[in-house]
């Protein structure tokens, strides 16, 4: 670089020299164009990863009130004090009345648990499941498209 151009720091002669010219305001108006583009970026990773947290949060919470159920399966109350326990201060779960039951031979067929797979003609014993569901109300920061009000946790454990 010639001496008298960096001494000068970008001036020949008193004259501005090409590429510094004054662009005081362009870093205002690239800064107010890209601002909120860049917040409503930041809100839907944040809006994202609270979605992910509460989700995986919520289903663990489940799988413990499954826990619970294996031992207890006639205790509802015992398994929705479980799962609430299990998520913590977060805002109150609702759950279904009951939690339901079915029962399946084991070549799977479908059957009601009040009949025996032996009596039908099918093979072994009844298993009996027991399913957890656990709903959680959710809200984003932004209210984005296709994001759900409402939570939900399920898991079925295997009674008999």
Not at 29 to 34: D, I, R, V, W
Not at 38 to 57: P, Y
């Amino acid at each position: 670089m010639p001496k008298r151009f960096t001494r000068d720091r970008g001036q020949r002669g008193g004259k501005i020299a090409a590429g510094y010219r004054n662009h005081n305001g362009s870093v205002a108006a690239e800064f107010a164009l890209t601002a909120p583009i860049v917040v409503l970026l930041a809100a839907g990773v944040a809006d994202f990863g609270m979605l992910a947290t509460k989700s995986a949060g919520l289903a663990a919470a489940a799988r413990i009130g499954a826990a619970y159920a294996r031992t207890y399966p006639d205790d509802t109350r015992g398994i929705q004090r479980a799962v609430q326990s299990a998520i913590g201060l977060a805002p109150a779960l609702t759950f279904p009345a009951s939690f339901p039951r079915s029962c399946e031979c084991d070549d799977e067929t479908p059957i009601a648990c009040s009949e025996s797979c032996a009596t039908v003609g099918r093979p072994g014993p009844n298993r009996v499941f027991i399913r957890i569901t656990a709903n959680q109300p959710f809200t984003p920061l932004v209210p984005w498209p296709g994001i759900p009000a409402m939570l939900t946790g399920v898991t079925e454990v295997r009674l008999q």
